[in-house]
């Protein structure tokens, strides 16, 4: 079955501090790939996605992923964290040939610390 | 804010009764997506529709139902609660079929 797994449940990073989040995903055919942030009682909000070309993709608030298919891999990256990223991060993935529901991992808790 | 909005942002109800959450997609947006967030199942696919017709499900239970009206709105009907359902339910739309989904706010749904 096709899955996405998110290692590390949460993350702590002091502030300044690189951020990096970690995505992999199960499948023989190419995805497409997402990050959502999700605040304290609030909606997903989408960072980034890979579809398809570049496999470095920018998103918003300096974030960027890297899709990388000999690693099944698009973990989320940040230069330098600040307070306000401290947030839940989901990686999602859908298959066009398969419908377009997303499979969403666990989510990673970001604390940042100053 | 997304374009998506849901109403209402709560909802606290008994064990067996029923409610209707609703949707209004972005404006243009076709798809209509629901998912399930719960702490011990994380975010769960519902159900899928596509200018009005259902077009995929997943671990959506037969008590729940939904559809799409013809301005494009949705509704999830859950009926006869359980304390199991208490959950965030959240609503997204996308364009078309395989694009990125924008997410609503969500209704927390608290069943006693």
């Known amino acids: 079955a096709q899955s996405v797994t998110q290692l590390g449940s949460h993350v702590s990073v002091s502030e300044g501090a690189l951020v990096l989040l970690r995505c992999n995903y199960s499948s023989s055919v190419p995805p497409y790939l997402f990050w959502y942030v999700q605040y304290p009682n609030q909606g997903l909000q989408l960072l980034l996605k890979y579809t398809t070309g570049a496999t470095l993709v920018k998103g918003i608030n300096g974030f960027e992923a890297e899709f990388k298919k000999s690693e099944t891999s698009f973990h989320l990256t940040k230069p330098s964290a600040h307070m306000s990223d401290a947030a839940e991060y989901f990686c999602?993935?859908?298959?066009?040939?398969?419908?377009?529901?997303?499979?969403f991992g666990k989510g990673t808790t970001l604390s940042v610390s100053s | 804010d997304s374009g998506v909005t849901q109403t209402p942002k709560h909802l606290i109800t008994a064990t067996g009764q029923r409610v209707t959450l609703r949707c209004s997609p972005r404006?243009?947006?076709?798809?209509v997506y629901w998912y399930q967030q719960s702490l011990d199942q994380g975010l769960q696919f519902l159900i899928q529709?596509?200018?009005?017709?259902?077009?995929a499900k997943g671990n959506i239970l037969e008590r729940f139902s939904a559809q799409q009206f013809p301005d494009l709105h949705s509704e999830l009907n859950l009926s006869s609660l359980e304390l199991g359902d208490s959950a965030l339910y959240f609503c997204?739309?996308?364009?078309?079929?395989?694009?990125?989904?924008?997410f609503g706010p969500g209704t927390r749904l608290t069943v006693t």
């Open positions: 404006s243009g947006d076709l798809s």
């Open positions: 529709y596509y200018n009005g017709e259902e077009r």
């Open positions: 999602a993935v859908t298959w066009a040939q398969a419908g377009t529901a997303l499979i």
């Open positions: 997204a739309s996308s364009v078309a079929q395989g694009g990125e989904q924008y």
